[in-house]
Every structure is written in C-alpha cells, then in structure tokens.
C-alpha cells in the first residue's frame, strides 16, 4: 500500500478512510449515477502479473476527454508510459502502476467522441473517469454466459475482424499477428462502469496464475440469491463467509468464478 496508494492519487483517484487490515478504499470521479471503488489489498505473497492478453482481470481503462493533457500530468508526476501512445480510432497510453497491474488511459476520436462528451456533460461527469474493466477468458462463450447470469447487458459486441490492432503496441502487444476472438462490452442496468469480456487467439489467452490476482465486486440485495441464480447457470460458486472492510464495515462475502477469476458478490450490513 505504502507504493500502491501514493501511484493512484497520481491518477486523481483520492482515499476514502482510512487503511484497515491492509486495505485500502480510493474513489475515482464523480458521476450522477454509481460509480465503482478501487479497493487495494496489501499481499506480500502475491505472484506476478501476466500479459495484458492472459487470462484473468488484467487492466483498468480511464477514459479522459483530452489525452494528450493527461499524458503531461502523469509525465509530471513520475509516470511515463509502458510504449509511446497510439491509435487510430482512438489513442491509448498504458501504465504499470508498482506490481506490475495496467491502468490506461483511452481518448476516442470521430465519430464515437461526440456521444461520449454529451454523456459526460449529462452525467455530470468529472476526472478520473473510471471506464471499463478488463476480463481475459480462454472460453468467450462461458464468460457471455455467465456475465448474463450476473445481470449485465450488451453494450456491443466485437467480432474479429473489428477491433483496433493498431491500438494494441501502446501495451507491448505487436498489432501485427494479432488476433482477438471475441470482444463484449457490457454493464449492469442502473451502473455507468462497464465490463470487456476478450478471448484473445494470438497471442493466445491462457492461464498463468494471473487470474488470481484480482477480484470485481458486486453489490447485491440477497447474496444467497445471487449465488444461487450464478449457479444455476454452471458456474463454480463459494459459500458467503463474513469479512470487515474499511469505511463499509461487515459485509457477506459469496463468489463465483469465471474461467478462473474471481467475481464477489456482497451485502454490506449497513445497506439496510
């Protein structure tokens, strides 16, 4: 946390509370509707992270409406990208924040930047903007499936042939030779942050390790419902264990794993 913590304020992301049991809540933009938490978990024991293709939760996206702008304060700060930025259709410049983790930055172009300013400006939205995050799977099919058991819906999908590879050497990835599969796009009902489910075929996603690594956290009303709707549609779930969090306080903690990475699903006590 003593590296981590100080990393993300350099981003705008701010703390909420204070450190407990070595973890610790930092809050991002602000935005008319939900807007997601980051919650750092101090793990000394923690192995190392994998390409920005291997299976598992492998980059958080930021989306910024002036990149070059951003790019100068992370510069200024310290921070300098893992490949010089680039991009057609919209520009990317990624970042490994002290254990290897890739957060990014992504400005789009015409015509997609128009529909993201008026939302902004509807939403009321201000910096960091928190985006999307990242889902590496070896089996896409699985992974659609049962981000529908979770309650998320389609925002688009992104079928081989359309994803930008001119976007990918911002990560260490090559644009040539390249190849992803499948791309989905997705978000709860209510919620503006959104989930990108990828099977990549070359570089291929496989499993290294790194799919432990992280966690998305859901709230739910009834975490026994939820768990038990997640698998009935085949996927391996984890009895509710009780855990204390910073700031929230005790909460019931139930998972269900999607080709390997671990999705939460919680109620606090304090939800009522």
């Known amino acids: 946390l003593e590296a981590s913590v100080p990393w993300y304020e350099k981003w705008g992301l701010v703390r909420v509370g204070k450190a407990e049991g070595g973890m610790q809540f930092l809050q991002a933009g602000k935005h008319a509707k939900w807007t997601p938490r980051v919650l750092l978990l101090e793990d000394a024991d923690m192995g190392e ?40 259709a919209g520009k990317i410049s990624a970042y490994r924040d002290p254990d290897g983790f890739v957060v990014y930055l992504i400005m789009f172009h015409m015509p997609i930047a128009p529909i993201l300013w008026c939302m902004r400006m509807y939403f009321r939205v201000s910096d960091p903007q928190l985006f999307h995050w990242t889902i590496n799977v070896t089996k896409i099919e699985t992974a659609l499936h049962a981000f529908d058991a979770f309650g998320f819906v389609k925002v688009y999908d992104a079928p081989p042939q359309q994803p930008q590879y001119d976007m990918l050497p911002p990560f260490g990835i090559p644009e040539k030779g390249s190849v992803i599969k499948h791309i989905r796009m997705c978000k709860l009902k209510d919620d503006s942050f959104c989930a990108v489910l990828m099977e990549w075929t070359a570089p291929r996603t496989v499993h290294r390790g790194a799919e432990k690594l992280n966690s998305m956290t859901i709230a739910v009303d009834d975490v026994a419902s939820a768990l038990a709707k997640v698998s009935a549609a ?10 204390r969090y910073p700031v929230l306080g005790d909460a019931l903690v139930g998972a269900a794993l999607v080709d390997g990475s671990r999705v939460e699903l919680c109620r606090f006590d304090r939800m009522g």
């Open 49 to 88: 992270r994998g390409g920005s293709f291997e299976a598992g939760m492998t980059r958080l996206c930021v989306y910024t409406a002036d990149i070059a702008r951003d790019i100068k304060k992370l510069s200024a700060a310290g921070l300098e990208p893992i490949a010089p930025p680039a991009g057609s």
């Open 234 to 243: 085949g996927l391996p779930t984890e009895e509710p264990v009780r855990r």
